[in-house]
């Protein structure tokens, strides 16, 4: 199972960007889909998550200016940020909750990240 996040760059203050995220390889199953950043300095934080009917939960600092969609066909979700600021500079991570046989556990894999700098 390959988890690969993609979109990431450099960009100015204000501006709208859009990360993506593709689930490839072999799985029974796919759950819950997530987003997940890490600011310099700090730790992991959820950013939101969507389940297999996509219903989407956002974290409170993300609820506002972050939209999550998820395209079951493509195994794929999408991250878009707008109004961007210096905060939201961080490594932008893609979690994926799924079964990768109907006779195994539920497993967790993990992007490398995609890095966001916003510059003002």
């Known amino acids: 199972v390959h988890v690969v996040e993609s979109g990431g760059g450099f960009v100015q203050a204000g501006g709208t960007l859009r990360l993506s995220c593709r689930v490839s390889?072999?799985?029974?199953?796919?759950?819950?889909m997530g987003w997940y950043r890490q600011p310099p300095g700090k730790e992991r934080e959820l950013v939101g998550s969507t389940t297999a009917r996509s219903y989407i939960h956002y974290a409170d600092s993300a609820k506002s200016r972050f939209t999550i969609t998820r395209d079951n066909d493509e195994n794929t979700i999408s991250l878009e940020i707008s109004s961007l600021n210096i905060e939201d500079t961080a490594q932008y991570y893609c979690k994926v909750s799924g079964f990768v046989s109907e006779f195994s556990g539920p497993a967790d894999f993990w992007g490398k990240g995609t890095q966001v700098t916003v510059s003002s």
């Open positions: 390889g072999d799985m029974f199953a796919i759950g819950d």
